[in-house]
């Protein structure tokens, strides 16, 4: 009876594996994100750039009702936080919020002007930074992983493609601070220009030691 059982499932998985009603899964390519924050001399910007970019494109502002105030730009980057677990800190939600009531919202007056971002040029390697807590915190380990392929490569795919390339760590501090599409396929990675160099070495110097 058991042989039997087994027979029958056995041609029954046969007859809807050769089924042309069972079609092969399709892959669909999606265009090349053009999409883009507006750029502001506000230090939300940055923040923006570097961790709202992670999860979602710069179209999702247009989705939002014109002219919203700071109160709610405000609670709908706290709901990104809270709900669907953005790496952000309240202080960044605040940041991030000031930064967008007033490039899209209708918040022209009573939020300080930052000056623009200036660039970190602190001495790399001048303190101790823990690589694993910079990619938890950034949101890295959302696109990426050390031993396979997610949205992104895998940081040991990574470390084989520069192994023999003596600018290395240059060139893949430059990807991390710049970000960009088409190295590793279409999906963009955002730019961590607000990063200080000791921070974008840390996570270079790790990715290539995998």
Request: charged fraction near 15%; aromatic fraction near 8%; charge should be neutral.
């Given at each position: 009876m058991?042989?039997?059982?087994?027979c029958?499932?056995?041609?029954?998985?046969?007859?809807?594996s050769?089924?042309?009603?069972?079609?092969?899964p399709?892959?669909?390519?999606?265009?090349?994100?053009?999409?883009?924050?507006?750029k502001?001399?506000?230090?939300g910007?940055?923040?923006?750039?570097?961790?709202?970019?992670?999860?979602?494109?710069?179209?999702?502002?247009?989705?939002?009702?014109?002219?919203?105030?700071?109160?709610q730009?405000?609670?709908?980057?706290?709901?990104?936080k809270?709900?669907?677990?953005?790496?952000?800190?309240?202080d960044?939600?605040?940041?991030?919020?000031?930064?967008?009531?007033l490039?899209?919202?209708?918040?022209k007056?009573?939020?300080?002007?930052f000056?623009?971002?200036?660039?970190?040029?602190?001495v790399?390697?001048a303190r101790?930074?823990d690589?694993?807590?910079?990619?938890?915190?950034?949101?890295?380990?959302g696109?990426?992983?050390?031993d396979?392929?997610?949205l992104g490569p895998?940081f040991?795919?990574?470390a084989?493609?520069?192994?023999?390339?003596?600018?290395?760590i240059?060139?893949?501090?430059?990807?991390?601070k710049?970000?960009?599409?088409?190295?590793?396929?279409s999906?963009?990675?955002?730019?961590?220009?607000?990063?200080?160099?000791?921070?974008?070495?840390?996570?270079?110097?790790?990715?290539?030691?995998q």
């Open positions: 058991l042989q039997y059982c087994i029958s499932l056995a041609a029954l998985i046969l007859c809807f050769s089924s042309p009603g069972m079609a092969a399709k892959y669909i390519s999606l265009p090349p994100e053009t999409a883009q924050l507006k502001s001399g506000h230090p910007y940055q923040v923006a750039l570097q961790k709202c970019t992670i999860c979602h494109s710069a179209d999702y502002i247009s989705l939002q009702p014109p002219g919203m105030s700071l109160r730009w405000t609670d709908e980057v706290s709901k990104m809270h709900a669907f677990g953005a790496p952000i800190s309240d960044e939600v605040s940041l991030i919020g000031e930064y967008l009531a490039t899209y919202g209708n918040e007056i009573g939020i300080p002007v000056p623009a971002h200036a660039e970190k040029t602190g790399p390697g101790v930074v690589a694993r807590a910079l990619l938890t915190q950034n949101g890295c380990f696109c990426h992983a050390v396979r392929k997610v895998a040991r795919d990574v084989e493609r520069y192994r023999k390339n003596p600018q290395a240059e060139t893949v501090m430059k990807n991390i710049a970000g960009g599409s088409g190295k590793w396929g999906i963009p990675m955002p730019s961590f220009a607000a990063l200080s160099d000791s921070d974008i070495k840390a996570l270079a110097v790790f990715v290539l030691e």
